[in-house]
């Protein structure tokens, strides 16, 4: 049995469980579904996630351990992630070798050898860790943007799969929605077709995280080398070189994948995974000049005040970046969000979304509620996007956290923010029409929407009576809209007398309700008035967490009537509205 | 060389083998690890996608089983849900200011099916008012007109309409909904009811006096409504019980309502006399009375207010004046006897 | 070289590597292990040190704790008052570093009473200087608009620097988090606090003003320029933010300046108009009996500042002054 077979087979793997990990993200107990399976698992290997966390946040957060495993095999094996585990790789590996197949064994062989481009992903993984690692001038975890694992967790989750699944509807019963996808979307495509130009293209020169596995395999116990030195230069040990680090010279370790295909390819078995160093010699250090690596390095630590220019973790906070209920306080949540994409996955309301950069360029493709998109708000009883988070940028809390109950009775519940009705465009504020849908759907107890409720009259409501009897008024202008009046809302009002609810009403005629009477009957040319009940809806900004069902309901679908903003979250003292008392 | 190259190809195959096994055991590992889920963490139990909001109810465990009212061919189709005065609006919206306005305490609702036939399903709705004064009022005031009056219970405060029960039982008020028509469904309201009446802890101060009051004769029978406050739009007349006369083929409206003390009777008199005065009442001129009071025309009604001890009673929007007085007579005299006795 | 050595070279070369390789695997443990969290992050972490600031109270002397001098030239009076309660001398040691924390809230004339007099300022740190013997002397404010505006406009810049203080603006990283025990607003609050981490004594100088929110503004209501990150929100209950700020700081002396009082429209003012002259200043060990007797010019009584009460309860001082027999004097 052929080693590359058995590589093979572990990319088939490997792959089909990312992709199974993918579906079955969606909350529920069924087995398609997310019961226990290790969604994160991928994730959790990915060192570059435990390394940016451990390097903002001074610590390394439960189940990241795994990446350890990883870590100590690739100081063993060298780099065996990047052409045994990684999805992304894997689909790199796939689409290079369709893309090349009809090439000539010297055109492959000119594709795959080694460039210098190759030492732009040190620079890239330099760039990041500086903008993790120092907290005096302030640290920000960006890694995510190209770490391939949340780069291709967030590609599968929020693009491929709510594209695939419009025709089935295993992931979830109502169509997904993201916003920004495109740019997702644009960057995966890019990075995979890429690979028709070189194959791996992705893997040799953008992906920080084969640098890493790069720097930590120089020591590795078992490399690929030469056995012996008579070697005839034919070169096809690079035909198929994955890595581009010429096994026919002095290979570059570093950039040795072990796809085993030089090894496979050797007519002459020359190539073997060994304990010494390959016989004309090799090149275990990355490429990378002492220049590049001091220029990244500071454009990585300035890059985080840079990108902070705009103040807004200061008195420029962005309102509109609503988090999920547990998110951390804003700079922390910064430090550990991975952008991967898993809370908006598994959010049961599709009201996560990825963040634009409105909110500054951190905030890009970090969960933020849109209550406009979805089924319904945060969902009061549901906690799935804390448990999902593979970081804790979004706390795993309990849902006696969240309603504050039980023990966190004190301390209240969690504030996403808190709704404003906008009076301007409220339809019983804005237009006197009769409208308490937010009211009616706030799903706190009590509830944190009351209304008050006026009566004004309508407009073309003044009439003149043209007879009258208990029940019903003959009006002289014959104007009504037939039925307008008949909806429960409307009440004539006589002078001195008291209001009374219409039950019906014709161009001319205005029936009144039969369950009251003891209003005076309207006397002939006498003035009537139609007044409308309005409740008005306002918000006790004490009760509101901001969950935006309300928001979600409003009728006005456009900008919304009531609208959630994330003053008075809980997880940042300075956004807070109230003094507590 | 050919040896070395053939151990080479064994070795590659057992490596091959061990990191295929690897994989099964990684497989088989996540495989287990998938059944270890504890759904509780995301606070959704079952749910999938979409579901309706859940509406935060407090389960409380001293209350009443309801299920122990139920028969034994039905089984639990819903939690228990109660509802304290701020939350009552959630489960009967507009109707709440009804029973808070009456002293509303707690709501205990569930439903329940019949295991044989799933459209047989009920609804149990025990109101506890406080009291039983409380639990008349709103019972009263709600009480269907084409009601049937049930004869099962001593007391007159229960009626049926086809598919649902209602009635006063000490200081609760119950509604028990059925889902359908059916007369096997019914028959099990019934005995709800009676559980519930015999199992209930019944409050000492069930009787309501007043009730008494009214002379039976011509009594529409289940016409007794009591209003805890605002009776008739005036903010004086609280405590106040109606009823239903026919007299000479008129149906009128008499009303009372006890006071502490004689004089305060006199000036609930003299001020709803004002209240209707001021909203367009006229004094209209007795035609043949035996109570001594106020007698006017209201709106072509005729509205007749006096006082008989410490009662306030009176007759409300009559469509005739002689009916009207007549009831008042009547309702006078019974007064009179009933302060003789005490 | 023979094969010999060259396979002895190359089996030394694979042990130096494996060695590395093993050191990089116990480091990478290490590493986790030391930084492994199974809790992960709590609903608040993060937060910075949190400070407290010292307290730069001196021993008290009966009958020295409050003075009240009547005049209009206040370089007169302020000398006078301090040395009604025993001179400078009692305060300020040789060698011993002085904040002045002056009202320097808005970017407004002296003339208008907004902010404290410019030339009292000068007179407390020539004071500190030349009688107490004061190392150094900073004057410093956290104010509600500009910075640099309010000490030039005020004049309290110049002033105090050509009395030899340094003037200190504040700045983002002269700001620590606090939580005042026993308090209930300010918790885990930023407070300009850096300036007063290392001096020996502290004296506050405040105008009398009329204030729309809390009623006046005085002695007390001058450590509000200590508060930093948002805190308007404290004006939501302002009573207690000021009996807090009693609690918090706790000065040598403070410096309550009524020479001209601002009766109407503060605490901004805009008007000369607005300025009464009541040729009054107190020099005082306790806030609360300063304000106390402060309020009086504003023709307010105690109960009309609730926060006078509440910073009585908490210990902070007496509004009964007359209980501390204060020294009264005139100079023309």
């Known amino acids: 049995m052929k080693i590359v077979q058995t590589r093979r087979t572990s990319q088939i793997f490997f792959f089909t469980l990312f992709v199974w990990f993918c579906i079955v993200s969606t909350v529920g107990e069924k087995f398609w579904q997310i019961r226990g399976w290790p969604i994160n698992w991928f994730l959790q290997l990915d060192p570059l996630v435990a390394i940016g966390t451990i390097l903002t946040t001074k610590t390394l957060y439960r189940a990241l351990l795994w990446a350890l495993v990883t870590v100590c095999l690739t100081i063993i094996l060298g780099r065996f992630f990047c052409s045994w585990v990684c999805p992304f790789g894997s689909l790199h590996h796939f689409v290079g070798y369709l893309g090349s197949r009809e090439k000539t064994t010297a055109q492959k062989i000119q594709l795959n050898k080694y460039r210098k481009a190759q030492c732009i992903k040190y620079i890239i993984l330099v760039f990041f860790l500086a903008m993790a690692a120092f907290p005096s001038i302030a640290v920000t975890l960006q890694t995510g943007l190209l770490d391939p694992i949340p780069l291709i967790t967030r590609s599968f989750n929020l693009v491929l799969l709510p594209i695939v699944d419009r025709t089935v509807n295993v992931a979830s019963a109502m169509g997904r929605f993201y916003e920004r996808a495109w740019l997702i979307l644009a960057i995966f495509f890019t990075a995979v077709f890429l690979n028709l130009l070189i194959p791996r293209f992705y893997c040799r020169f953008i992906c920080p995280l084969g640098a890493l596995f790069g720097i930590l395999g120089r020591f590795a116990i078992w490399r690929i080398g030469k056995n012996k030195s008579e070697c005839i230069n034919c070169k096809l040990c690079e035909k198929y070189c994955e890595g581009g680090c010429e096994p026919s010279g002095n290979i570059r370790i570093s950039e040795c994948v072990l796809c085993f295909n030089c090894r496979d390819d050797c007519k002459d078995e020359i190539i073997s995974y060994q304990t010494q160093i390959s016989s004309p010699g090799e090149i275990t250090d990355p490429d990378i000049s002492r220049r590049a690596f001091v220029l990244s390095l500071a454009s990585g630590i300035l890059a985080v005040p840079a990108v902070r220019l705009g103040n807004k973790l200061g008195a420029n906070w962005y309102h509109k970046a609503i988090r999920p209920p547990g998110a951390l306080a804003e700079e922390e949540f910064l430090s550990r969000c991975l952008k991967c994409g898993q809370c908006m996955r598994v959010c049961p309301t599709n009201v996560i979304q990825p963040g634009g950069i409105d909110g500054g360029l951190e905030n890009l493709w970090t969960p933020v509620l849109n209550n406009r998109i979805g089924s319904s708000g945060c969902q009061l009883n549901c906690t799935a996007c804390g448990q999902v988070c593979p970081t804790s940028a979004i706390r795993p809390i309990t849902l006696s956290e969240k309603l504050g109950t039980g023990e966190f009775a004190e301390v209240g519940p969690i504030r996403l923010g808190t709704a404003f009705v906008d009076r301007n465009r409220c339809l019983p504020w804005a237009m006197d029409k009769p409208c308490i849908v937010c009211q009616e759907n706030c799903p706190l107890s009590p509830k944190a929407i009351y209304t008050e409720e006026i009566f004004n009259t309508v407009r073309e409501g003044t009439l003149t009576v043209k007879k009258a009897t208990e029940k019903k008024i003959e009006t002289v202008e014959e104007t009504l809209v037939l039925g307008r009046f008949s909806t429960g809302d409307y009440y004539c009002t006589s002078e001195g007398g008291e209001g009374l609810k219409i039950a019906a009403n014709t161009k001319n005629l205005i029936e009144l309700t039969p369950d009251k009477k003891n209003g005076k009957i309207p006397a002939e040319g006498s003035i009537i008035e139609v007044k409308v009940r309005l409740q008005r809806p306002l918000i006790d900004i004490e009760k509101c967490i901001g969950c935006g069902v309300c928001e979600h309901e409003c009728p006005v679908s456009g900008k919304k009537a009531i609208r959630v903003s994330a003053e008075g979250e809980t997880r940042n003292a300075d956004s807070r509205l109230l003094l507590k008392s | 060389m050919a040896s070395a190259g053939r151990r080479a190809k064994v070795l590659e195959s057992a490596i091959s083998i061990c990191l295929l096994a690897l994989l099964f055991v990684t497989g088989v590992g996540i495989f287990i690890k998938q059944y270890n889920s504890d759904m509780s963490r995301f606070g959704i139990g079952t749910v999938t996608t979409v579901q309706p909001l859940q509406e935060l109810q407090v389960i409380s465990e001293e209350k009443p089983d309801l299920s122990s009212f139920v028969p034994a061919e039905f089984e639990s189709l819903s939690e228990t849900e109660v509802y304290q005065p701020v939350t009552l609006y959630e489960k009967i919206n507009g109707k709440a200011p009804l029973y808070i306005e009456a002293g509303f305490e707690e709501l205990s609702t569930k439903r329940f099916v019949d295991k044989n036939d799933e459209s047989l399903w009920m609804e149990l709705f025990v109101y506890d008012m406080g009291n039983v004064r409380n639990a008349f009022s709103v019972y009263s005031i709600q009480r269907r007109a084409d009601a049937d009056i049930l004869s099962l219970f001593h007391t007159s405060f229960g009626y049926r309409t086809s598919n649902a029960l209602y009635f006063v039982h000490s200081n609760y008020y119950v509604e028990l909904v059925g889902s359908s028509e059916s007369d096997e469904l019914f028959k099990a309201l019934i005995e709800v009811a009676q559980k519930i009446r015999s199992d209930l802890p019944v409050d000492d101060k069930t009787r309501i006096a007043e009730l008494g009051f009214f002379p039976t004769e011509n009594l529409v029978l289940e016409s007794i409504k009591l209003y805890l406050a605002n009776a008739f739009g005036f903010e004086g007349l609280t405590d106040t019980f109606t009823a239903k006369y026919n007299i000479e083929g008129e149906t009128v409206t008499a009303f009372l309502s006890k006071r502490s003390e004689p004089k305060d009777a006199k000036m609930v008199v003299e001020n709803y006399y004002n209240f209707l005065i001021d909203n367009g009442g006229v004094v209209k001129q007795a035609v043949n009375k035996v109570f001594e009071g106020k007698v006017m025309d209201f709106y072509g009604t005729t509205e007749i207010v006096f006082a008989v001890g410490q009662f306030v009673a009176g007759v409300h929007e009559a469509e005739n004046q002689q009916a009207a007085e007549k009831a008042a007579d009547i309702l006078t005299n019974k007064l009179n006897n009933v302060m003789s006795n005490e | ?332």
């Open chain 3, 1 to 332: 070289m023979s094969e010999d050595n060259e396979k002895k070279l190359d089996r030394r070369k694979f042990i130096a590597r494996a060695g590395k390789a093993a050191i990089s695997l116990a480091a990478a443990g290490t590493v986790a292990y030391l930084v492994y969290d199974s809790k992960g992050p709590g609903p608040s972490t993060g937060v910075e040190e949190i400070v407290t600031l010292p307290d730069f109270t001196v021993s008290p002397q009966a009958g020295q704790t409050i003075s009240i001098v009547k005049g209009p030239d206040r370089v007169k009076t302020v000398d006078k008052a301090i040395g009604l309660l025993g001179g400078i001398e009692r305060f300020v040691k040789p060698g011993e570093t002085v904040a002045i924390k002056p009202n320097v809230a808005f970017a407004s004339p002296p003339m208008l009473g907004a902010t404290a007099n410019p030339e009292l300022v000068a007179e407390v740190v020539r004071l500190c200087y030349s009688r107490g013997g004061a190392k150094k002397v900073y004057v410093t404010d956290n104010p509600i608009n500009d910075p640099a505006s309010c000490f030039r406009l005020s004049g309290i810049g110049k002033a105090a620097s050509e009395a030899n203080a340094e003037v200190v603006m504040p700045k983002d990283n002269l700001f620590k988090h606090t939580t005042l025990s026993g308090g209930r607003l300010i918790k885990d609050w930023p407070i300009f606090y850096e300036p007063f981490k290392n001096i020996d004594k502290l004296i506050g100088i405040a105008p009398v003003k009329d204030h729309h929110r809390s009623g006046a503004s005085m002695s007390m209501k001058n450590w509000y320029g200590l508060l930093g990150g948002r805190r308007n929100i404290f004006h939501q209950d302002i009573n207690t933010i000021i009996a807090e700020l009693a609690m918090m700081v706790r000065p040598t002396l403070v410096i309550l300046d009524g020479t001209t009082v601002m009766m109407t429209n503060g605490p901004t003012g805009g008007s000369a108009s607005d300025l009464k002259r009541a040729n009054t200043l107190i020099a005082s060990c306790d806030m609360v009996a300063a304000d106390s007797y402060g309020c009086s010019l504003l023709g307010l009584a105690v109960a009309d500042l609730p926060y006078l009460a509440k910073a009585e309860k908490a210990g902070a001082g007496t509004t009964n002054y007359e209980t501390l027999k204060p020294k009264f004097a005139t100079v023309s």
